[in-house]
């Protein structure tokens, strides 16, 4: 079954073109005969008799007594720059090389099918041949494309408990730590009998001061974080943000959560427990007489070091953790101000309806005018039609003209014209001063509706901002690990309510604009 899986799935890989070198390491009885050789590995010739160790490449010729003790010979391709160099159905060797190495020194043939794994993952298993036992070992870690490249590294070991040698394929990228890996293991020339030296030394060099550094960072950032949205003062003045901008501080905010989750302990806490389980099957396979005292001294010191990482992942753990508890209760405090700058523009877009409102409700009175015009004018259009009646006659003739003279030289004016007067000019009085009555009782009553309105959405904007603040700044002046004194608290909400302030003025001055 494992001969078709690894048949089929190499039938489905790419080739891409990678620079390979080659990296062989030997240790003698006599230490005088000790190599260790690197150079590249330029033909097909070359490669294929690196494999099987012929021409160049040829063991060499040993004094009686002197025997080979341990090596290791690896396939190196340590800057690999092919964009789809670690991309899913992809390989650096061409398919016939590829096949005949697996097959030569009894590597992981599974490994091809993890090709579009991303890890990290560390895989061990000895074979089933008993008659010749090999220990195989798969360590891995790549990533998706960053720039348009793959990135990752990864290593197929396979160990010969007959000849004490570790054989294997590494790559990696530019990025990734396999040619320091490959410089400390070349120190170590001495202690490549144990298989597991070199997925170690990948692991210290992985689990480096560099995550520690950015862990220490990101909580530098945090504070500096905690200082803008809850006024934590635990930082230098010149590290406090200039301005309250809540676009970017959400921006760093997301930043910093990924700059903490940059290398999760959990992961590699699971891969060292692995690798010590790698360790203890390699040891019961061991024969006697490569189980000396310095590899069971080498074996311990190397299981002490997996305890030490154990015990510093655990203590990044906690520290993560808090990390993470601390950026979760800054996104919601920064969360809140924004429902509470939210929840003020919304209060003051209702009041400015409410007054467009009034105001309308105002204008119509604008009629009134139409109304006192009326008042004006229809005491004497009213008046006018009693010309009409019979106080006055313009139609008669001269007192001594016939009965059909209607020159109107005759015309007499009554002595009662007097009532006209009398009658229109008070009535008119009266009108006009009932519709003063009335349009002052309904101005009065409209000042004290606005007044009341003004109240209500002040009252409620001290409600909503006392609620806002008492769920956001209060942890900075609860929280008193050498913190700000009240002062300097003061000093830094003023700053803050003036930089909020500015652009709520500038959006109240567009708002009245527009209306």
């Not at 010590?276 to 099957?281: I, L, P, R, V, Y």
């Not at 409102?357 to 008046?383: E, I, N, Q, W």
Request: hydrophobic residues 35%.
């Amino acid at each position: 079954m494992d001969d078709y899986l690894f048949s089929y799935h190499l039938e489905q890989c790419t080739s891409v073109d990678e620079k390979t070198s080659y990296l062989e390491i030997f240790n003698y009885s006599d230490s005088a005969y000790n190599t260790c050789e690197e150079h590249s590995l330029v033909t097909d010739d070359d490669f294929d008799n690196f494999l099987h160790r012929r021409g160049a490449f040829a063991p060499q010729e040993l004094k009686e007594g002197v025997r080979l003790q341990d090596g290791i010979r690896l396939i190196v391709q340590k800057r690999a720059c092919q964009p789809d160099t670690f991309a899913p159905l992809h390989i650096s060797l061409k398919r016939d090389a590829y096949e005949s190495m697996v097959k030569a020194w009894h590597l992981p043939s599974r490994a091809i099918e993890g090709s579009s794994l991303v890890g990290p993952f560390f895989w061990c298993s000895p074979d089933q041949n008993e008659e010749d036992r090999h220990l195989q070992i798969i360590f891995r870690k790549s990533d998706v494309r960053k720039k348009g490249k793959t990135r990752g590294w990864e290593i197929m070991l396979s160990y010969s408990y007959k000849t004490g040698i570790t054989s294997g394929f590494v790559k990696g990228t530019e990025s990734s730590d396999i040619v320091d890996s490959l410089i400390h293991l070349t120190a170590c020339r001495a202690e490549t009998g144990h298989p597991l030296l070199l997925p170690i030394i990948i692991l210290s060099h992985d689990l480096s001061s560099k995550g520690d550094e950015r862990q220490r960072k990101a909580r530098d950032w945090l504070r500096r974080l905690e200082n803008a949205i809850t006024m934590r003062n635990e930082i230098d003045e010149k590290e406090v943000y200039s301005d309250f901008d809540v676009d970017g501080i959400n921006r760093d905010l997301v930043e910093c959560h990924s700059q903490v989750l940059w290398k999760r302990p959990q992961a590699y806490q699971e891969i060292i427990k692995e690798i010590k389980g790698a360790m203890e099957k390699f040891m019961r396979y061991v024969p006697g007489d490569r189980n000396t005292k310095e590899l069971k001294a080498l074996h311990d010191s190397m299981l002490g070091r997996l305890e030490f990482y154990r015990v510093k992942l655990t203590g990044m753990e906690h520290y993560i953790h808090t990390t993470l508890e601390r950026l979760h209760i800054q996104r919601q405090a920064l969360y809140n101000i924004m429902a509470q700058k939210e929840s003020k523009l919304n209060l003051e877009i209702a009041s400015q309806q409410r007054r467009v409102a009034h105001a309308t409700k105002r204008d119509g009175t604008a009629m009134k005018t139409l109304s006192l015009l009326g008042a004006v004018f229809l005491p004497g259009t009213f008046m006018a039609s009693v010309f009409s009646m019979t106080f006055f006659d313009f139609n008669v003739g001269p007192s001594d003209g016939g009965s059909d003279d209607s020159s109107g030289q005759g015309a007499q004016v009554s002595n009662k014209l007097w009532v006209y007067f009398a009658v229109t000019i008070p009535l008119t009085l009266i009108i006009l001063l009932f519709w003063y009555v009335i349009d002052r009782r309904r101005e009065k009553r409209y000042a004290e509706e606005d007044v009341e309105i003004e109240k209500g959405i002040d009252t409620m904007e001290k409600d909503i901002l006392a609620i806002m603040r008492k769920k956001t700044i209060n942890k900075a002046t609860t929280w008193n690990s050498g913190g700000p004194s009240p002062a300097t608290i003061a000093l830094t909400a003023a700053r803050r309510d003036r930089l909020l302030g500015r652009k709520d003025t500038e959006a109240e001055s567009y708002e009245l604009h527009v209306v």
